[in-house]
């Protein structure tokens, strides 16, 4: 891959992690002080009813302060900073893969993910606590509540292991190697 054509790639990635952290901030900041309409300083409680939108779509006033659906959710400062801190390290980490990175589909997804991190960890530096707001539901079962940063996480790391999984699988022998597949080859054994 050229250097032009990788650096396409780092380009997209960035595009994809400012849009999504940009469209997560947006959307928090709508929820949080034109809908229900909290006054600053906004933290973890505020507290509002749940507004129905559709018969499976809600919006609801949740707080996570642990990681995932809750999970590790604690009152404790250090807590905070810890995930905090894991969610930078994850972020700047993803950053330096998607810097190697040569295909547009892992720009995009890595992107996603970056973008995600960083609007929860400055939800986390803003709030104490991550604003979930989405609830989606279906015959009285409740997915947990999340937000454009969740979502994009949640695809992006979905997406990240398909492509690990069936990475390769399709192509034939030497497709996308960087020679065409002309090149030497090792001897089977």
Do not use: C
Request: aromatic residues 10%.
């Amino acid at each position: 891959m050229t250097g032009g054509a990788r650096h396409g790639v780092r380009v997209l990635g960035a595009v994809v992690a400012l849009a999504v952290l940009v469209a997560d901030q947006v959307s928090k900041w709508a929820i949080l002080t034109r809908v229900y309409r909290f006054e600053p300083p906004i933290g973890p409680d505020a507290w509002h009813p749940p507004i129905e939108i559709t018969g499976f779509f809600n919006l609801v006033m949740v707080w996570n302060r642990g990681v995932s659906f809750g999970l590790f959710a604690t009152e404790s400062d250090a807590t905070r900073w810890m995930l905090i801190g894991v969610a930078s390290v994850i972020a700047a980490a993803l950053a330096v893969w998607l810097w190697r990175a040569r295909e547009r589909f892992l720009g995009v997804v890595l992107g996603a993910v970056i973008g995600g991190a960083i609007g929860n960890v400055i939800d986390r530096l803003r709030f104490g606590a991550v604003a979930d707001f989405f609830d989606v539901h279906v015959a009285g079962w409740h997915w947990p509540a999340f937000n454009i940063a969740d979502g994009a996480i949640s695809v992006g790391i979905a997406a990240l292991v398909l492509h690990s999984v069936f990475e390769g699988r399709e192509r034939p022998e030497g497709a996308g190697r960087e020679d065409g597949g002309a090149g030497p080859r090792a001897p089977k054994a």
